[in-house]
T-cell receptor, first 113, second 117 residues
Framework: DGGITQSPKYLFRKEGQNVTLSCEQN?????MYWYRQDPGQGLRLIYY???????QKGDIAEGYSVSREKKESFPLTVTSAQKNPTAFYLCASSEDRLDQPQHFGDGTRLSIL | AQSVTQLGSHVSVSEGALVLLRCNYSSSVPPYLFWYVQYPNQGLQLLLK??????LVKGINGFEAEFKKSETSFHLTKPSAHMSDAAEYFC???????????????FGTGTRLQVTL
C-alpha cells in the first residue's frame, strides 16, 4: 500500500545535539511538508518542498533544516538552535494542487532529555 | 491570505447524539476546504474535502459537511455519534503561501470530540 513512513516514532534529544527525523513516501507526490504540532495550536508549517533539490521556509523554520535529494525522501533536522524542540512532528505529501489533500505520516514525538 | 477558525476547542456529546463541529474560514479566493481527524499519537486522516463540485460533501465514517459561502462556514456533522468518533478534528483551507507557488494548508486549532455513554 502507498503511504508515508516517519521514523522513529519517539526520539530524545540531548542539549546541544542535532537530531534528524526521517520521512519517506511512495505515493509519487511532488510536494512534501513538515509540520510541528503543539497542544492547542494546531499544525504549523516548518518547511515544504515542491521538487527535488528545492525547498522553502514555512512559518516557523528557525532552528530547523531540511534536504530533498530524492523525490521520495524529505528528512528534517532539528538543530541545537531550536530552543524548544519538544513537539509532535508530522510529515505530509501531496500532488501540489490546491484541490488535492495532503497525506500524513504517523508522526515523530520529540522530547528533551 | 487564508485563515480558519474552529469554535470550541472541546465538544462533548452522548453516544447516538448529533455531532456538530464548527469551522469558519477566511479566503480572498474561492476556497478549497478539508476536514481531517486525528487519533492519539497518530497522523491526520482525511475525512472529506470541498472543491466546489457540490456544497454538501459526504465523507468517511458517516460524516458530512456543508459549504455555505454566505456564512463562510464549513461545519462538520454526523447524525449519530459513536464511541469510536472520539478524536481531534481539524478544519483546513488550501491556498498559496505569500510569494510561493506550492499549495499550502492552513489549519484551525482543532476541536477535541468526546463521546460519552
Amino acid at each position: 500500500d502507498g503511504g508515508i513512513t516517519q521514523s522513529p516514532k519517539y526520539l530524545f534529544r540531548k542539549e546541544g545535539q542535532n537530531v534528524t527525523l526521517s520521512c519517506e513516501q511512495n505515493l509519487n507526490h511532488d510536494a512534501m511538508y513538515w509540520y510541528r504540532q503543539d497542544p492547542g495550536q494546531g499544525l504549523r508549517l516548518i518547511y515544504y518542498s515542491q521538487i527535488v533539490n528545492d525547498f522553502q521556509k514555512g512559518d516557523i523554520a528557525e532552528g530547523y533544516s531540511v534536504s530533498r535529494e530524492k523525490k521520495e525522501s524529505f528528512p528534517l533536522t532539528v538543530t541545537s538552535a531550536q530552543k524548544n524542540p519538544t513537539a509532535f512532528y508530522l510529515c505530509a505529501s501531496s500532488e501540489d494542487r490546491l484541490d488535492q489533500p495532503q497525506h500524513f505520516g504517523d508522526g515523530t514525538r520529540l522530547s528533551i532529555l | 491570505a487564508q485563515s480558519v477558525t474552529q469554535l470550541g476547542s472541546h465538544v462533548s456529546v452522548s453516544e447516538g447524539a448529533l455531532v456538530l463541529l464548527r469551522c469558519n474560514y477566511s479566503s480572498s479566493v474561492p476556497p478549497y476546504l478539508f476536514w481531517y481527524v486525528q487519533y492519539p499519537n497518530q497522523g491526520l486522516q482525511l475525512l472529506l474535502k470541498y472543491t466546489s463540485a457540490a456544497t454538501l460533501v459526504k465523507g468517511i465514517n458517516g460524516f458530512e459537511a456543508e459549504f455555505k459561502k454566505s456564512e463562510t462556514s464549513f461545519h462538520l456533522t454526523k447524525p449519530s455519534a459513536h464511541m469510536s468518533d472520539a478524536a481531534e478534528y481539524f478544519c483546513a483551507v488550501s491556498g498559496l503561501p505569500r510569494g510561493g507557488t506550492a499549495s499550502k494548508l492552513t489549519f484551525g486549532t482543532g476541536t477535541r470530540l468526546q463521546v460519552t455513554l
